[in-house]
């Protein structure tokens, strides 16, 4: 990919801008609540466990794709371990991602309705949110791309003057005990944290 801007083709830059865009709702959205309930004071290190964890991982999945031309992984899967394998794989991703495209759709849904639209029903939130996603989804990754690269400047305006209000309210004293639960626990709820969030 490149980033020149090509008729049905998105180039590095978009495609950067809309994976920063799902992990930014990802991690103001639902990440703090997990975190906190699985390792207490300890949720800010298991962001940090997670990234390190998931060094090797990405490095064997890159050479995995490099040494099979560039196909996905159900293609591979396929190639390796014949076609039942490949299927079975599709149906265990597909229902991940429903899953988890539910669990974000309802939180998501219900912050717009705690903060902007407190009169509003949830159903009627989730349906337009719904209908807007299989718009986008129709149209394609290009669509959903350049529509992030116009409201980019604007969550980022918003992210900095969040984080620049919110600085003076922070103690550093509310991150004790370091180790929240406790080591295991705090391993343990990195280790779920990357396989499941990352």
Not at 114 to 128: C, D, K, R, Y
Not at 135 to 142: K, M, N, Q, S, V
Not at 144 to 149: D, F, K, P, V
Request: avoid cysteine; hydrophobic fraction near 55%; charged fraction near 10%.
């Amino acid at each position: 990919m490149t980033g020149v801007k090509r008729q049905g083709h998105v180039g590095w830059l978009p495609v950067s801008i809309v994976l920063g865009s799902f992990t930014h709702v990802k991690m103001f959205m639902t990440s703090p609540r997990s975190l906190a309930q699985d390792a207490g004071t300890a949720g800010w290190i298991v962001p940090l466990l997670s990234a390190f964890a998931m060094v090797i991982p990405f490095w064997a999945l890159e050479r995995l794709i490099r040494d099979h031309g560039r196909r996905s992984l159900l293609e591979i899967a396929g190639t390796l371990w014949g076609t039942p394998v490949r299927r079975l794989l599709g149906i265990l991703y597909a229902g991940i991602f429903l899953l988890l495209y539910a669990l974000y759709l309802r939180h998501f849904g219900e912050l717009v309705v705690a903060t902007l639209l407190p009169q509003t029903p949830l159903f009627t939130v989730i349906t337009a949110m719904i209908l807007l996603n299989l718009y986008l989804a129709y149209e394609g990754l290009e669509s959903l791309s350049r529509t992030n690269m116009i409201i980019f400047p604007f969550v980022f305006l918003i992210s900095i003057v969040a984080f620049t209000a919110a600085a003076s309210t922070g103690e550093i004293y509310r991150l004790a005990p370091w180790l929240g639960y406790g080591l295991w626990e705090t391993a343990s709820a990195g280790l779920v944290y990357t396989t499941l969030h990352s």
